[in-house]
């Protein structure tokens, strides 16, 4: 059962917008049910560009019921439907607000004719109601008016579920209260992720980094983000579309590439840490810093030249270590130098590796 609908607000600042005017029209799929139809007294001006677009006015209002003196209908209603509406995320947030000043939780299930239009009627110049209803042909009167639009919206979307012939669109378009498909969505990304010490990759549609995260066990990091309900956590939440990660096998590398990649990648949704360059020497003018690595028989390996940190990476055969030429093939150059001796001096000031070995050779 589906509750189609539009609402005609007082416009004005976000969650600020009063109701001016709700239609709602009860529909099986086949015809429409049931229909609630009123104007709201929204106990606010309404502003002057929305009196010209829609022709309500404040004087209109005046003796129209209040929104609590309506809200037990429209809960009844839409009660075990799923809301319909050209724009479904304006709509939804507004009857939500309006229920929230009520101390009411409204919560059910939302489809976007916008969205569905542009999944199913390919090709069209505009999707804005009166623009798409006018390309195919469907009546629409008394537009701006919740009524109008409210049955305009029906129309398009009984078309809508005629061209859905797999009947698959549509129930994938559904946007659930409690966000089921999302957190499924996580779900299986983290799924094939390692309890490890590491550093993880959260790539957009594009496959673009949009995030970056290090811990000592990646999964639980990456799970404790999927959970978080701030808003910058809610926005990776909603463009991850794959994950990726890097072993490290150590806290210094685990340090070092994550600020290192941060710098290279900038992520759209990580802070950006400013570092205190150091600018003092390492005590030795040429050495190797060797730690363990990802696996038993590996060394993590930091090369550092004439006090530079010039490179980083593995080594698993102690020639490798021992023959500078072959040791700087196999290592990755670091760019970012200031960087990775800010990250190394102050690792080492506080932390022991495995060993640090002089080279008088280089």
Same mark, same amino acid.
């Given at each position: ?53 829609? !022709? ?41 607000? #309006?229920? $929230?000043? /009520? !101390?009411?939780?409204? #919560? ?21 109601? !009166? ?10 009167? $008394? ?10 919206? &029906?129309?398009?979307?009984? /078309? /809508? ?34 309890? &490890? /010490? ?11 980094? *949009? ?10 990091? *990456? ?14 939440? #909603? ?11 150590? #806290? ?25 360059? &150091? ?59 200031? *960087?990775?001796?800010? &990250? ?19």
């Amino acid at each position: 059962m589906y509750a189609i609908l539009d609402i005609e607000t007082t416009g004005g600042k976000f969650n600020e917008e009063g109701i001016t005017e709700i239609a709602i029209y009860k529909f099986d799929g086949q015809e429409i049910v049931d229909q609630f139809i009123s104007l709201i007294n929204p106990e606010k001006p309404i502003q002057e560009f929305v009196v010209r677009l829609t !022709g309500i006015n404040n004087k209109m209002l005046k003796n129209a019921p209040k929104f609590y003196e309506v809200a037990k209908r429209i809960v009844e209603i839409t009660k075990n439907c799923i809301i319909v509406a050209h724009n479904s995320a304006f709509d939804y947030r507004i009857l939500r607000t #309006e229920f $929230d000043r /009520l !101390g009411y939780d409204f #919560e059910r299930n939302t489809l976007c004719t916008v969205e569905l239009s542009q999944a199913l009627i390919l090709d069209q110049p505009s999707y804005s109601l !009166g623009k798409l209803t006018k390309s195919l042909g469907i009546p629409i009167t $008394d537009r701006h008016r919740a009524t109008g639009d409210a049955l305009a919206t &029906v129309k398009l979307f009984k /078309l /809508l579920l005629t061209k859905d012939n797999k009947k698959t669109i549509i129930q994938n378009a559904i946007k659930y209260f409690d966000k089921r498909l999302e957190k499924q969505k996580l779900k299986n990304l983290i799924e094939e992720i390692p309890a &490890v /010490l590491g550093v993880y990759y959260i790539h957009d549609t594009n496959g673009k980094v *949009i995030y970056i995260g290090k811990g000592k066990n990646i999964k639980s990091e *990456i799970n404790n983000l999927f959970i978080k309900t701030s808003r910058r956590s809610v926005r990776v939440q #909603e463009r991850a579309t794959s994950v990726s990660f890097d072993k490290t096998g150590n #806290e210094l590398f685990t340090r070092l590439k994550y600020y290192l990649e941060l710098e290279a990648l900038t992520p759209k949704f990580n802070f950006k840490k400013k570092f205190k360059h &150091v600018f003092d020497n390492f005590n030795n003018d040429n050495f190797l810093i060797i730690d363990k690595g990802r696996e038993v028989e590996e060394h993590a390996v930091v090369l550092i030249e004439n006090n530079e940190v010039s490179s980083y990476g593995y080594t698993n055969l102690a020639f490798q270590e021992n023959n500078i030429d072959i040791l700087k093939s196999i290592l990755t150059t670091i760019e970012e130098k200031q *960087i990775a001796k800010t &990250v190394i001096k102050n690792y080492l000031n506080r932390n022991k590796v495995k060993k640090i070995i002089r080279l008088d050779n280089l």
